[in-house]
């Protein structure tokens, strides 16, 4: 194969490199690394081991043993990866964290996320039928512009067909709980068809699932989140589209375009838990008011690359990504939404609605040094329009008015090889130009009361939330965020690299207007939109020789005007504003075994976190623990994998370990997680006609309430959630 045309296909997501995850990798994922493997989130060619950054990537094999266990993208991250938060099983992400900060979800580097008015749903915008691997870059960095300060997710989709003629895939899926429940019943079935004639080729396909309610291990139905949303008990339809042309055997065209949209079925209600007696959150049958939760992700993109062109690389993307996240009504009436004007406190019902639209072009060239090969330069432009609001669909109000976000970032990076390779520089800049235009708008009435009733019997009472005129404004902000490391390679194989990253995103800003709540406040002064700068110090060693893959990284990072999420009494999170500072360990080992295809794997990470707790006259000391709504717990994962001939099988187990949260603020000690472990399993064959596999999410049917239940919101019975408990999934794949 040309090894141009194979940068570019690379690039631009035709095809998949080789994998490395750090656990639970199937034999053919775990091609040698060499000079072939490219990394596209990190806008450039060279292989990873040039990079001062801890990658890693998730490959097709590995990424769907995870699906079959878990169902999500976002779960099988989870899965794989220590520093990673456990998810909450949920729609919503809120508060799943990467090395303790928001990681920056992208498909194809597209981002999904929603920074203005973060929905938090940045995790479901496509079918991971469709990913053909993931990559992760761990830490904050700007390498894909905003939104990065936790890492990158990246998901890369499917690639064009390399050979001539019609081809393609089908999957057919069956999911049931250990009692095998009617209503906990769920199916997949998902196809793909490739065709490619000449320089021209085209994929489409299309995925749909059904999933039923989740049980717990204690045999009772999972509890409910009807105002964030789930993925129990809803449909999803995802499409995919795909079209390309070579234009010349280093250039190729491609247009890829996406939707994805999942609905809840709205049969159930929440039934309260007792946190007293340790009895969780429950459901039962029942029509919850207004729409079900939904989230709905369109986009559109198209690229243009050529390997060669003036003897250097060259990418360019301009994408259009619109998505509307509908949350869910109460049972209860939702304290916040009461204007006595409209009717009665304690009558009125509304829930709200995320509306966001992102036009954005990327641009980037990379070449060496003509003369002076060892130097290899990269330039690029970004550019981003972003316009986000969340809508009262009820009544016709707006809880966050309109907010348009521009951003304009020029970008240099630099690669020095030393010594033949022995030893690598890298360095770079970008400056990000940022405007934020909102219009003056006037906060929700919201005199408010939360009435007791016989199923909430806390955080009743009277409330004040707004209802005052903000005068809008179009602050500007500017920031040069560089980066740089050192790679020291005396083996190959064998390295060691230090770096200095920042990356830059602009706070929840959607939480804060709303949440103004006294008159005379102008944007253009209000210093709580300023956005959120947060570094990232790192060294590590690596070590890739014979059986051994093994690893070790320690972090520490810091933002000065960190955001922080804070409870309300009325199950809102408001944002503060104030210094965070992290660090870490992260370790990974992985050896392949005298038997042959048999691999075990060991990854541990520990994560603290500390802010600022003096929110009123904030002294730059921290001295509070950051809680579970802002940092995951230590972990230690197991993996043991065989993988030879027909044969794939996978047994893993995550320890999430105990913490006690310690500090200043003092933090209710309810809210101090008791810890738990998950055991999981797969085993799949390939015969002559496709293959067949079944896989076991939690083995042993362990009940557990889960870390973000466990960690926040104390005396809400509403949120008292267990894990899901055991649950099977046959499947069956054919690819023609």
Known sequence: MNRKWLVAALLSGTLSSPAFAQDAVPADDAAAQDDSIVVTAARTILPPNALPLTIDLIGKDTLDQQL???????????????????????????????????PLYAINGIPQSTPMRDGSRDGFTIDGFFVDRV????????????GGTGGIVNQVTVGAPKEEGLGGRVLLQGTADDGFSKDGIGGKVAGLVQYKAGRFDATVGAAWEKRGV???????????????????????????????????????????????ELKGDGDYVALPGNRLTGVPTSAVRGDPPGKSAQNRTESVALSLTDS??????????????????????EVVTQATFQDPALAPVGTLFDQSQNRSRKLGAKFSYERAVPGFEDLTLTIGFDALVDKTEQALIATGRVWVPPSDFRSLAPFGQANLKLFDGIVRLAGGVRWEN????????????????????????????PSTYGG?????????????????????????????????????????????????NRAGVDLDTFLDISPVVSNNREIGVEVKRGPLDASATYFWSSSDKGQLLIARPDRIFD????????????VNLRVAMPVDGLKLGVGYAHIQGKYDSDSANPDGIVDTDLDGSNISPDRLNLSASYNKGPVSALVQTQFFLDRTFHGKANPDPRNNFGGYNITDASLRYQTGFGGLSLSVQNLFDKFYIDYSSDTRLPTDNLSFFAGRGRTFTLGWDYRF
């Open 468 to 516: 005052v005129d903000v005068a809008g404004g179009k602050p500007k902000f500017q920031d040069l965020l560089i980066n740089g490391g050192l790679i020291v390679e005396p083996w190959a194989g064998i390295r060691a690299y230090a770096s200095y990253a920042e990356g830059f995103t602009v706070p929840d800003i959607g939480r804060i207007t709303r949440a103004v």
């Open 68 to 102: 079959a266990i878990s169902g999500s993208v976002t779960d099988a991250v989870s899965n794989l990866t220590p520093s990673f938060s456990p998810t909450r099983q949920k729609l919503s992400g809120a508060g799943e964290t990467l090395r303790g900060r928001s």
């Open 308 to 329: 060669d062109l003036g003897g250097g690389n060259f990418v360019s993307q301009i994408f259009f990504n619109r998505s509307r996240d509908t949350f869910g009504g």
């Open 135 to 146: 990559e992760l870059i761990y830490g904050s960095n700007a390498l894909q512009g905003i």
């Open 575 to 586: 944002v503060q504003r104030q210094r965070v500072e992290i660090e870490g360990l992260e």
């Open 434 to 461: 940022v405007k934020i235009k909102i219009d003056d708008y006037h906060t929700l009435a919201s005199t408010t009361f939360r009435a007791c009733s016989t199923t909430v019997t806390t955080n009743c009472g």
């Open 214 to 260: 989740f049980y717990d291990g204690e045999g009772r139905r999972a509890g409910l989140n009807l105002t964030q949303g789930e993925t129990q008990d809803s449909r999803t339809l995802s499409l995919f589209a795909r079209l390309g042309y070579e234009l010349s055997p280093t250039a190729r065209l491609d247009l890829i375009a996406s939707r994805f």
